[in-house]
């Protein structure tokens, strides 16, 4: 059976890469909207209604409004906006965050696929959490990078235009009220937001999530075998994207790019820690166009579909 998904927001960063990655798909048909249609209402809700799955790469007011244009009982949602990220009645789309959510996501009909930032620090912080090895109200700081492609289409442009005399590092939301805080309190299984300092690089696509770990005052200090064996166990279903590598003992890690896994749907965790200091840093490394945006996307849309999750999805 062929598939009719429509992308709402085609024309956007995401909506390219989404398309993109469906091209060549037999399976499925892709349902366009003429460019002069894009703001009209009623073709909007004409294709929303005829798709087995609409995929939203909008704002989060448009993306709201296309669910209100939805009245086919039918039709099943991808929302790439934050909209609905917490939103009791939508399954978060992170396939791998626990064994069992891969199942969720297939027998859903409103998926909202996670921010980019997001899925690093839940994959590190959600596992030790539910391990008990992390007090859910331990305060928390996030850091980490992210390429520009991760703004849209003007901060690509704003970018390109600058080139290399764009700032090579430029720290953002330093009023600490981030639109993906609750994102992370809540799938990191959290008592309290992190705080969270997130930077722009002067380089396309590729990020690295830095989740720095101070565990003196615990109760029970977890060393570092403890930690990587924790979140190991967690991703240790096989099928998904996320890969945990092995725990070293490292003073420098020259492999530790956020480049790294441009142009595929990994995931990848580092564990590192001083047991004498009672130190631990967690480092995920990922595409924020691939398993932080477009390829989350397409993963939650194979399992929705009852197709195998890695299809069109380069691993």
């Not at 992390?134 to 850091?143: E, M, N």
């Not at 705080?195 to 722009?200: M, N």
């Not at 390829?295 to 195998?308: H, K, P, S, T």
């Amino acid at each position: 059976m062929v598939a009719r998904v429509f992308i709402d927001g085609e024309a956007g960063t995401t909506g390219l890469q989404i398309r993109e990655r469906l091209a060549m798909r037999r399976d499925i048909e892709l349902l366009s909207i003429p460019e002069d249609k894009r703001k009209d209402k009623s073709a909007r809700a004409d294709l929303l209604n005829a798709a087995d799955v609409a995929i939203l790469c909008l704002p989060d007011d448009a993306a709201r409004e296309s669910v209100s244009l939805i009245e086919s009982g039918t039709t099943c949602v991808i929302d790439a906006s934050s909209a609905y990220r917490v939103a009791p009645d939508w399954t978060y789309g992170f396939p791998e965050m626990d064994a069992a959510h891969g199942d969720a996501i297939a027998a859903s009909r409103r998926v909202s696929n996670p921010g980019c930032w997001p899925q690093g620090v839940i994959a590190a912080v959600r596992p030790l959490v539910t391990g008990g090895l992390l007090p859910a109200d331990h305060p928390l700081t996030v850091h980490g990078i992210s390429g520009y492609s991760g703004g849209g289409k003007s901060m690509i442009a704003d970018y390109d235009a600058k080139g290399k005399s764009a700032n090579m590092f430029a720290p953002y939301g330093l009023g600490f009220n981030h639109k993906h805080l609750p994102e992370m309190t809540e799938y990191g299984r959290l008592a309290q937001a992190p705080l969270f300092s997130p930077a722009v690089g002067n380089y396309y696509k590729g990020m690295m999530t830095v989740v720095p770990l101070q565990l003196a005052r615990l109760d029970k200090v977890p060393d570092g075998a403890e930690l990587h064996a924790a979140i190991a166990d967690h991703f240790s279903k096989p099928g998904g994207f996320v890969e945990v590598a092995p725990l070293e003992k490292l003073e420098r890690a020259d492999d530790l790019d956020p480049q790294a896994l441009n142009g595929t749907n990994r995931l990848r965790l580092h564990v590192f820690a001083n047991d004498a200091r009672a130190h631990a840093v967690i480092i995920a490394v990922y595409d924020n166009l691939g398993k932080g945006a477009s390829g989350a996307a397409v993963q939650n849309l194979n399992l929705m579909l009852g197709v195998d999750q890695t299809t069109s999805l380069a691993a």
